[in-house]
C-alpha cells in the first residue's frame, strides 16, 4: 500500500459506505485522483469533509476529488438522531442557508408538526438556494 492509499483510503470506503457509486482512484507520480458520483449534494460534502480530515487545509496538492452528483433535485436525505430539532438540522447540513420552515415544508408527506420529528426519520432536505 501506498502512502496516499494510506492517507485517503478511510475517506475512500466512507464514500463507498455512504452510496458514493462510479468510483475509482488512480495514482500517479505522488498524486491522488479520486472520481466517484455522490447520491446528493450531502453526501459530495460529507465526503469532502472526510478528505479534510486527511489533509486539514487540502493544502498538500498530492489529491484530485473529482465528485459529481445524482440528484440535484434535493440537497440530500438525513436522519433524525437523538436531540436534533428542524432547527438544529438546518444550520448543520446548510449553515444559514435554509430554515426549519423550509425543512419542515418539504417534509409535510411524513411531518405534521414541526416540533414532532422521531428519531430515525429520513428528512429530505430541499436544495439550498444558488
Known amino acids: 500500500m501506498s502512502a496516499l492509499t494510506d492517507k485517503y483510503g478511510g475517506m475512500y470506503i466512507y464514500a463507498e459506505?455512504?452510496?458514493?457509486?462510479?468510483?475509482?482512484?488512480?495514482e500517479d507520480n505522488?498524486?491522488?485522483?479520486?472520481?466517484?458520483t455522490a447520491p446528493t449534494q450531502l453526501i459530495a460534502n460529507r465526503v469532502w469533509d472526510a478528505a479534510?480530515?486527511?489533509?486539514?487545509?487540502l493544502?498538500?496538492?498530492?489529491?484530485?476529488?473529482?465528485?459529481?452528483?445524482?440528484r440535484t433535485d434535493i440537497?440530500?436525505?438525513?436522519?433524525?438522531?437523538?436531540?436534533?430539532?428542524?432547527?438544529?438540522?438546518?444550520?448543520?447540513?446548510?449553515g444559514s442557508q435554509l430554515?426549519?420552515?423550509?425543512?419542515f415544508e418539504a417534509n409535510r408527506?411524513?411531518?405534521?408538526?414541526?416540533n414532532k420529528i422521531q428519531?430515525?426519520?429520513k428528512l429530505t432536505i430541499p436544495k439550498l438556494p444558488s
Do not use: F, R, W
Open 119 to 121: 428519531i430515525g426519520q
Open 52 to 57: 479534510k480530515e486527511a489533509d486539514p487545509d
Open 59 to 70: 493544502d498538500d496538492g498530492d489529491l484530485t476529488l473529482n465528485i459529481s452528483v445524482e
Open 109 to 114: 408527506n411524513i411531518l405534521s408538526d414541526p
Open 17 to 26: 459506505k455512504q452510496g458514493c457509486t462510479n468510483m475509482s482512484a488512480q
Open 30 to 36: 505522488g498524486h491522488m485522483t479520486i472520481t466517484m
Open 75 to 94: 440537497h440530500g436525505i438525513y436522519e433524525v438522531e437523538k436531540g436534533d430539532t428542524l432547527s438544529s438540522i438546518a444550520k448543520h447540513v446548510a
Open 99 to 103: 430554515t426549519y420552515m423550509q425543512i
